[in-house]
């Protein structure tokens, strides 16, 4: 079988080159291609480009060379030799199966085949093809290589920190950065360590910043928004500075020279305050106990909390108020506490020994509680309420439960009017020395005293001194009110004007100054419980209720111009008609006494005053007295002019409305600005005038610090639409809606309006 | 001329002029050689034939067919049951992956692929605008899957007034029990409520300055995960100048707060209010006629001045009326017969009626103020506001209208249009006993309200928007001036041309490619609109092609069976070339020479 193993090796020499033709034809291509993906693509997509490129062109290879199979050689055969007859396929032939004539012919060919020269089956190298795809690979490689490079983020990352070999840096960069933070120790925070730039730190922290910088600039700072401005030391190569922070702040690293840093981000150090320490006393369990039969001890109870700590030692504040009336004495002391329990949370207990104090029937046992936590260097402390422990008088048993609205009559004045009789005294004893006229002066002097005090107590009776009542009247004379915008005193400053003599003679203020100072000395006296709310308010200032511009809905101004602040007329209700008549006397007397003072005859005067003394001192034993209240009081009716039908003097008036004030505008004013569509607007005005007002009011914003950012990066970077968009966000809370106002209705069209005319003129009326 | 007609044209020509010639030429020549009869018959006819057939193999008869069911995917396709084999299956650009649908643009070339489809069988979400108009006549069927969990309803009003409370309303679904949260543009929370049984929610946000803003609606499920965030965008319009008349026949407390929230809301306010006796306190007088009248945009009246009208200056209010000035009568004591009569000159009818003279006002507002956020979810808000008074009177108008209801539906006033003005009756007493309890901003909405409704017109009518505008969808905008251009939030301008055959509604259609507040712009007067981002709510997107889908199921006649489709064109080329070949073999045979 020499001719069939002749035709194997021709055929395997055809499969052979083909494969040959394949390969050189495609290695170029697949070189040029695993170049652009390892050009282009991550060294993944390389390999992989590599391996499908050599599985293809091996697939390709062996598909082609697959095709070469018997029957083509039987074609090829049957069509380069002519001798073969056509009939080559015989060769091929199972000889069991064949007649003779094709055994015959088979025989015929093989001589054939073995006599000629081997034929050659191989294809032609395809030259053309060949360098065609060469060309294109090559064309191919040289484009993917002088391929401009595209901006690789591993190369940008890997080749950064290689500074050395970067001629010229463009930009600073934070390569490392670290803050260490050292919260005060009393605080029992433990120290940490992060490695970003913001932070969140109990008050009074301090903190370290270490940060390392490429490259290197001359010098470099902390520079906060609010102006603070911490510059960093350098140490090799890292740049350090340490700090201790009490108050919040916004922060970015500036270094010096023309290089900036990038990124340029704004970091933020907030500041947790330290807050109070709180007390919540669990026994008493009331403000006011009373004593209980046979009571000796008072159990106290209370328990403390703080953020970080309270401190061991509490004080217990006592106050024993001993006596009634006027001889009331007050005892303080302070005892030490000693807590128990977590120091975040202590409990104090102590029980109180009454026997110890001293307590007998009509006194009170004030207690306070005070702790302070354990801030370093200035300790906050804080106090409770009062809690009081009362021993009751037998007949005070009616007062439970209007504690709070009472409190014992000790007018400063009864020192006042006893001074007055000494003094009149010793000017009596004076008398034969001195002149006629002095002696008069000075009664006339005592006199003028005697006359203030009683002024002083007429106010305790509700009653404008001179005894006829000048209440304050509606405005009642339209034609006046009219006239009022001219004149200084008008209708209304009349009548909301208690003035208590109503004689109108020209030293009425210096009067009342007088009397306020003498109220004033009398309260330096050492009698705590006065009424000093009635001493002082008394000093109203009237010129307001006077002005003639008091608009609608100023509510100030309402009470002042109807009503009657001066609140001792309700004072003098809740004295007991006893005491009250009593008080009354009192005035007669004083009244008396003043007459014959200021006439100069202090001899006469004398048994009045005494006499005032004495029912004074009756009041002053008789009872409590309360504190007056502020409340509405009705003006009353000019009952002079009521159902008289007169109109003279009334007119119609003005009353003309003022808006309410709306918010500030800095807010609204920069919202509206911010919300321009065009990028060219100018908005900086109204930005910069924001942040003025921001650093005003700084304590009504929620998150200052926020909108401090915001408004930094939008003034770095003016282009910057979502930095717009959150400012802008951020002014919502701060603006003021108005109420609402109505909708515009619009116009019908053309059409509706042809109906609506239309409609009407169909229904005639 | 249909080609149909063309081509049979031809052919009959084509027969026509070779008959003629053969039959010319047969008898041209000798007459022995003349075929006969039967043979000319036997050509002519199988010629003509030859034709006919010949035409029919080029347009076969239409033929009747059983309906093609042709199967769409579309968005979310993949959620509802699979196809059926043998169906035609195209998948529409919004359908996701779709193994063995055939990819289609659009709805209308997938049609016009598969002339035979009669009826269409719509999986996932539904068709998109752009699809809705093919299906014209062809019987539809949807089916959708189940809502995607979170909003698939949201409505909120996208203009509003400055200082007034805008309600976002919406549904959720897939999330049992959970909270809606309405945020401000701070990201402070401003309201939550509860979602009820159905999933519903409705929050209140205000407006706190003019200008485009953004609210946002926040879903948790009871968990406290968020579920959903969408927008919510809205235009607050700073308030128009209006000139408001007060007349009054005495002094109230009602006066005083109306009058202080019309001077605090901006409006321009001239009280006249009667003391007797010619007295009068406000502000100056002012004539009472027509020059006067025009001036004002709304008068406000109490009965006491109604009566005490004289009958010029009622003829002098009434003509100012049909000339398009607003009246608000309010009713709060005894009328007289004449004031009555005036009334009901105006076509308002007063019948004295038993009803209960307390009424309690609706009082939605936000339930909690944003710097408590821990208290007040879902505060009863109902119980919180005071009982009103009113007039035990009834309001008759044949064609009013209620201004103001109380909360169980009860009408409190009543309005009608008089020529291009408004007339309106007003029975409750004492609305600032709101301002009283702590109420103001529902006091404010009250007569802000009523103001609105009643006052002289402002301004041209503004355009409208047909449905929502959507990125990428076609918007029309309608009532639109000549001229106008749309202006884009990044500054382009895009003119409109007024649509022709709309007639006088004066549509335009808008292509909007950005999202975020347009203007449209004619001459200096700008309209904004919001366009929606075309990923924003797609709950909501879902839902609506849901409905819209249904829609077009549901008015498109289901024809049932047939359709009509090209014949097959073999059997008549057949017989053509049957008819050919014997006509052949005619020429050549010796029959009939």
């Known amino acids: 079988m020499s001719a069939a193993l002749a035709l194997q090796q021709w055929l395997d020499a055809a499969r052979r080159r083909r494969i040959a033709i394949v390969l050189v034809a495609g290695l170029p291509l697949l070189l040029a ?124 990352a890997s080749k950064t920190p290689g500074t050395a070999t970067q001629p010229a840096a463009r930009e600073i960069r934070l390569t490392q950065q670290r803050l260490d933070i050292a919260p005060p120790a009393y605080t029992r925070v433990p120290k940490r360590t992060i490695e970003t730039l913001d932070a969140r730190v109990p008050e009074g922290t301090r903190l370290r910043w270490t940060l390392r910088l490429q490259p290197a600039p001359a010098a470099a700072a902390l520079v906060f928004l609010d102006g603070r401005r911490l510059e960093l030391r350098r140490d090799d190569e890292d740049w350090s500075v340490e700090a201790a922070f009490d108050k919040a702040g916004l922060y970015r690293i500036v270094p010096a020279g023309a290089l900036p840093l990038l990124p340029d981000k704004l ?25 209980g039969t046979g009571q000796r001890q008072w159990a106290l109870a209370f328990e403390a909390s703080d953020d970080y700590g309270v401190a061991m030692i509490a004080q217990l504040r006592i106050t024993t108020a001993q006596g009634t009336g006027e001889n009331v004495t007050f005892r303080e002391q302070s005892r030490p506490l000693t807590g128990s329990g977590a120091a975040t949370r202590r409990r104090y207990a102590h029980r109180l020994d009454l026997d110890a104090l001293g307590l007998a029937e009509g006194d009170d046992v004030v207690v306070q509680f005070e702790v302070r936590d354990n801030r370093a260097g200035k300790p906050q402390s804080v106090r409770s309420a009062s ?58 002097g005592i006199g003028v005293d005697q006359r203030l005090l009683r002024l002083r107590y007429g106010q305790f009776l509700g009653e404008e001194s001179e005894g006829a009542p000048q209440r304050p009247l509606m405005p009642t004379n339209d034609a006046e009110d009219v006239a009022a915008a001219s004149t200084e005193k008008n209708t209304s400053a009349q009548a909301a004007d208690h003035d208590h003599d109503h004689d109108g003679d020209g030293d009425r203020h210096a009067d009342d100054d007088a009397a306020h100072a003498a109220a004033g000395d009398a309260d330096a006296a050492p009698s705590p419980p006065l009424p000093e709310g009635h001493a002082h308010d008394d000093g109203h200032d009237h010129g307001a209720a006077a002005s003639p511009s008091a608009g609608f809905g100023q509510a100030q101004d309402v009470l002042a111009e109807y009503g009657h602040t001066h609140d001792l007329s309700e004072a003098a209700t809740l004295l007991d008609p006893e005491t009250r008549t009593t008080l009354r006397a009192a005035l007669d007397q004083m009244w008396q006494s003043e007459l014959n003072l200021r006439q100069g005859k202090p001899d006469t005067a004398l048994p009045f005053a005494y006499k005032a003394l004495d029912f004074i001192k009756q009041v002053q034993q008789a009872s409590r007295i309360y504190l007056a209240r502020v409340g509405y009081e009705q003006a009353p009716v000019d009952e002079t002019r009521r159902l008289t039908g007169k109109r003279d003097g009334l007119a119609s008036r003005r009353d003309a409305l003022a808006a309410a004030q709306a918010g500030d505008t800095e807010p609204a004013t920069l919202w509206r600005a911010l919300e321009a569509r065009d990028r060219s607007a100018d908005w900086k005005p109204e930005l910069d005038a924001f942040a003025d007002w921001l650093g005003r009011n700084e304590s009504r914003v929620q998150d200052p610090l926020a909108l401090f950012a915001a408004i930094d990066a939008l003034q770095r970077a003016p282009d910057c639409d979502d930095c717009r968009r959150r400012l802008r966000g951020l002014l919502w809370p701060l603006l003021s809606p108005p109420p609402t106002a109505p909708a515009p209705r619009r116009a019908a069209d053309r059409d509706g309006q042809a109906y609506l005319d239309a409609l009407r003129e169909a229904t005639p009326r | 001329m249909t080609p149909e007609r063309i081509v049979a044209a031809l052919l009959a020509l084509a027969v026509l002029v070779a008959s003629v010639r053969w039959l010319l030429a047969m008898t041209r020549g000798a007459t022995a050689t003349r075929p006969r009869a039967r043979r000319v018959v036997a050509l002519l006819s199988l010629q003509a034939a030859c034709a006919v057939l010949l035409y029919f193999t080029l347009l076969p008869p239409a033929r009747l067919v059983d309906a093609g069911t042709m199967v769409v995917l579309t968005a979310r396709a993949d959620r509802v049951a699979t196809t059926r084999r043998g169906e035609h299956v195209v998948a529409l650009p919004e359908a996701g992956a779709a ?330 007493a004492d609305s600032f006993r709101l301002v009283l309890a702590g109420h103001g901003e529902r006091h404010a909405r009250l007569w802000s309200d009523a103001a609105a409704t009643l006052a002289r017109t402002r301004g041209a009518p503004e355009p409208v928007l047909e449905g929502d505008a959507l990125q990428g969808q076609r918007t029309v905008v309608c009532r639109i001036a000549a001229g106008s251009t749309v202006e884009a939030p990044d500054g382009a301008r895009t003119p409109l041309l007024v649509d022709p055959g709309r007639g006088r509604a004066a549509c335009a259609g808008f292509w909007p490619t950005v999202a975020g507040w347009h203007r449209v712009r004619s001459g200096d007067v700008a309209w904004p609109f919001h366009v929606a981002a075309r990923d924003a709510l797609p709950g909501v997107r879902a839902r609506q092609s849901h409905e819209a889908t249904a829609a077009l199921a549901s008015t498109s006649i289901a024809t049932p069976g047939t359709a009509t489709t090209p014949g097959p064109r073999w059997p008549w080329f ?15 045979a010796r029959y009939g020479r």
């Not at chain 1, 400063?412 to 001074?419: E, I, L, P, T, V």
């Not at chain 2, 309005?415 to 309106?424: K, N």
């Not at chain 2, 057949?574 to 050549?588: D, G, N, Q």
């Open chain 1, 267 to 291: 970091h933020r150090i907030d500041v947790i305050r330290d807050r109070p320490p709180q007390i919540r006393v669990t026994a008493p369990d009331r403000n006011l106990t009373l004593r």
């Open chain 1, 387 to 444: 809690y009081i422990l009362r021993w009751p008088l037998p007949q005070a048993d009616t007062d439970t439960g209007l504690e709070g609205l009472m409190k014992k009559t000790l007018p400063a004045y009864f020192r006042s009017q006893r001074q007055i009789i000494i003094d009149a005294e010793a000017l009596l004893k004076e008398k034969p020395k001195l002149a006629q006229d002095t002696f008069v002066e000075r009664s006339d």
């Open chain 2, 574 to 588: 057949l017989a053509w070339l049957a008819a050919s070949a014997l006509l052949w073999w005619l020429e050549r």
């Open chain 2, 99 to 428: 193994p063995g649908a055939t990819r289609m643009p659009d709805l209308a070339t997938a049609l016009r692929r598969h002339p035979g489809t009669t009826r269409l069988r719509i999986l996932g979400d539904g068709l998109t605008a752009r699809d809705r108009d093919a299906v014209r006549g062809l019987a539809l069927e949807l089916t959708p899957p189940a809502l995607p969990r979170g909003i698939v309803e949201l409505w909120s009003p996208d203009r509003m007034q400055v200082g007034a409370v805008a309600g976002v309303r919406g549904r959720v679904v897939g999330v049992a029990t959970g909270s809606a949260e309405l945020l401000d543009p701070a990201g402070r929370r401003v309201d939550r409520r509860r979602l009820d049984k159905d999933g519903r929610f409705a929050l209140f946000g205000e407006a706190r300055s003019a200008g485009p803003f953004a609210l946002r609606v926040r879903i948790r499920d009871s968990g406290g995960a968020v579920v959903e965030q969408a927008s919510v965008p809205i235009h607050a319009d700073a308030a128009v100048e209006r000139r408001v008349l007060v007349l009054a026949g005495a002094p109230s407390p009602e006066l005083k707060y109306l009058r202080r929230w019309a001077t605090d809301a901006g409006l321009s306010l001239h009280t006249q209010i009667a003391l007797g006796g010619g007295l009068r306190v406000g502000d100056p007088p002012i004539a009472f006629d027509p020059t006067t009248l025009k001036q004002f945009d709304l008068v406000v009246i109490d009965e006491r001045a109604w009566q005490s009208l004289g009958a010029a200056q009622f003829d002098a209010l009434r003509a100012a009326v049909r000339d398009g000035l607003g009246v608000l009568v309010r009713i709060t004591g005894p009328l007289s017969a004449q004031g009555r009569a005036r009334l009901r000159a105006l076509g308002l009818t007063l019948a004295s009626a038993r009803v209960a003279d307390n009424v309690r006002l609706d009082a939605p507002r936000p339930g909690i103020a944003p710097s408590d956020e821990r208290s007040g979810e879902d505060t009863d808000d109902a119980a919180a506001i005071p009982g009103l008074t009113r007039r035990a009177l009834r309001i008759d108008a044949i064609d009013g209208s209620p201004l103001l209801r109380d909360a169980s539906g009860e009408t409190l006033a009543i309005w009608r249009a008089e020529g291009r003005g408004r007339i309106a009756a007003w029975l409750l």
């Open chain 1, 33 to 156: 291609a695993t170049v652009a993906a390892w050009r282009f693509g991550t060294p993944a997509v390389t390999v992989a480009t590599g391996i499908v490129g050599v599985l293809f062109v091996i697939a390709l290879a062996w598909r082609r060379a697959r095709a070469l199979d018997r029957r083509w050689l039987v074609r090829t055969l049957d069509a380069i030799r002519v001798d073969m007859d056509d009939s080559s396929d015989l060769l091929f032939a199972d000889a069991g199966a064949l007649n003779p004539l094709e055994r015959l012919q088979i025989a015929r060919l093989q001589q054939r085949l073995a006599d000629a020269p081997a034929p050659d089956l191989r294809a032609p190298w395809p030259v053309r093809t060949l360098v065609a795809c060469a060309l294109i690979a090559s064309g191919s490689l040289a484009l993917v290589m002088l391929w401009p490079a595209p901006p690789h983020p591993a190369a940008m």
